[in-house]
């Protein structure tokens, strides 16, 4: 479900599960979780196989959850993308076809998003009920402003690649985003890594994890998941 490729410089983070667009399961996040926190490479490089970058939560794993299950759950995918956010490596997303819900949120947490042509973003909780907590509700807010945050959320509503863009939610549209990865690569890992730490400090994380587990508890105590 995820490969790793190693790297003098930048390490690839492939998640590899192409037949279900890459959706994570608990045991994929907490791979994806040791292969950022093992890396000793200036860079990570995250994309996805086949034609989607990632579908976000298995829905068959969310199926399953009540409250306290779903609270566990959340707090997994919060452990891993905090880990992502925290990394002494400068973590990249390379976002080539779909990212949804889950996968939009690892996305956020990577210290650079860029994304090709081809790529659509979308958080398509509401229309199932639920919404994306593995820091989501923090970090939209924070990429793309309060106003984009909001409207991607509360419509779940799709964007392209050149929309992505002009709301800040990535960078660049590039062709190949791995030669991104590159060029941050070739700049010095000393001031790479004391400058991510820097540009990733904030206060507030652990409030605003703990009020988006519970709502999301909350939300699957009142009835089951709906796909």
């Known amino acids: 479900m995820l490969r790793v490729d190693a790297g003098d410089a930048v ?10 667009r890459n959706a994570l399961t608990p ?15 200036p860079v990570v490089y995250v994309r996805g196989a086949g034609d989607a970058f990632c579908a976000g939560a298995d829905l068959g794993v969310v ?15 919060q ?18 076809g779909a990212a949804r819900g889950g996968g939009v949120e690892l996305a956020l947490a990577c210290d650079v998003r860029v994304c090709t042509p081809e790529a659509t973003f979308a958080e398509p909780g509401v229309s199932l009920g639920v919404f994306g907590a593995w820091g989501g509700t923090r970090r939209l807010p924070a990429a793309v402003g309060a106003t984009h945050a909001a409207d991607l959320s509360l419509s779940g509503r799709t964007v392209d690649a050149e929309t992505a863009r002009e709301i800040g939610l990535v960078s660049r549209v590039v062709a190949e985003p791995r030669a991104v990865a590159e060029e941050i690569a070739a700049n010095d890992a000393a001031a790479l890594r004391e400058l991510t730490g820097l540009l990733s400090a904030e206060e ?3 409030e ?5 587990a519970d709502a999301f508890a909350r939300l699957l105590s009142e009835r089951p998941f709906e796909n």
């Open 204 to 206: 507030s994380r652990e």
């Open 79 to 96: 452990r891993t993308m905090n880990a992502v956010e925290d990394s002494d490596s400068v973590v990249l997303a390379g976002v080539d």
């Open 11 to 20: 390490r690839v983070v492939t998640l590899d599960r192409p037949d279900a």
């Open 208 to 212: 605003s994890d703990r009020a988006e």
């Open 27 to 41: 045991d994929a996040l907490d791979d994806l979780r040791d292969a950022v926190t093992d890396a000793d490479e």
């Open 63 to 77: 199926r399953e959850l009540d409250g306290p299950r779903g609270e566990a759950f959340a707090r997994r995918g």
